[in-house]
């Protein structure tokens, strides 16, 4: 099997990463995009961003882009995140749930909305095997 170089943000330099969390950021780095844009490449999986944990996954035929950092999540990072992983002709959202069904201020999931605000096609997914 051909062993990747991930490249790890600065604060994840010092810490020590469990090898299975590793092989997960290494096939994510394999992986084929699922689509392109002239802005870059897109991947469903697991991606280190700043202090962040990325999680690109498709449900329902949606994307949905899920931020788990070590910090409070702020709109500059989310704004940063949504551009990164989340091609540019979808339309994401950010719920916000119930106090009772709040997460963490630590972690923050955009959702794609079907449709657009312009002239933009929507992007179609295909179902991932597991």
Known sequence: MEKINIQ???YWKKKK???EFIKELESTAKSDPFTKDEFGEYRFGTF???????KV????????VAIHSQHPVGLPMIKEIRYKYAPNNCLM???????EQQISDNTVVL???PGSF????????EEREE
């Open 8 to 10: 790890l943000p600065q």
């Open 111 to 113: 959702y794609q909305i």
């Open 48 to 54: 280190l961003h700043g202090c962040a944990i990325v």
């Open 93 to 99: 959202t950010m719920l916000m749930p119930s106090r």
């Open 17 to 19: 990463l469990n090898p």
């Open 118 to 125: 312009g002239d933009t096609e929507d992007v179609e997914f």
């Open 57 to 64: 996954e498709i449900t329902d035929n949606l994307l949905s």
